[in-house]
């Protein structure tokens, strides 16, 4: 089962978060949801600038509580050459997972034509 490994941070960049799940698109939606369950209304953790897909929960929870353990020099390292403007990935992941969900969006334009007579 696929793990990921996210940094979460807010508008102003001031906290950087780190967890641990298996399905990124809820737990960013339970983000959304909860803005002030971690903090208060001035650092609501909403903006996805980091993450790692990982293939199995041992080798997860590994780097989970390495990266954890990171200062946030240490972050910051590993989210520049990667994201060097800090912008949401969750744009990103919502337009890929509306592709896997739809992977037809257009009919065949063929299938509509119709025989147009004078």
């Not at 983000?31 to 369950?37: E, G, H, K």
């Not at 897909?53 to 240490?74: D, G, H, L």
Request: glycine content about 2%.
């Amino acid at each position: 089962m696929k793990r990921f490994i996210y940094i979460i941070t807010d508008r102003n960049r001031n906290n950087l978060h780190v967890g641990l799940c298996s399905d990124l698109l809820k737990t960013l939606e339970f983000y959304r949801q909860m803005p002030t369950l971690f903090f208060d209304n001035s650092k609501q953790l909403n903006r996805l600038v980091y993450f790692e897909e990982i293939n199995t929960e041992e080798q997860a929870m590994e780097r989970f509580k390495m990266v954890s353990t990171y200062t946030r020099p240490q972050k910051e390292k590993m989210i520049r050459p990667v994201n060097p403007d800090w912008v949401d990935l969750t744009i990103g992941l919502n337009f890929e997972n509306g592709l896997r969900v739809r992977p037809q969006l257009r009919p065949s334009i063929n299938s509509q034509r119709k025989a147009v007579t004078f």
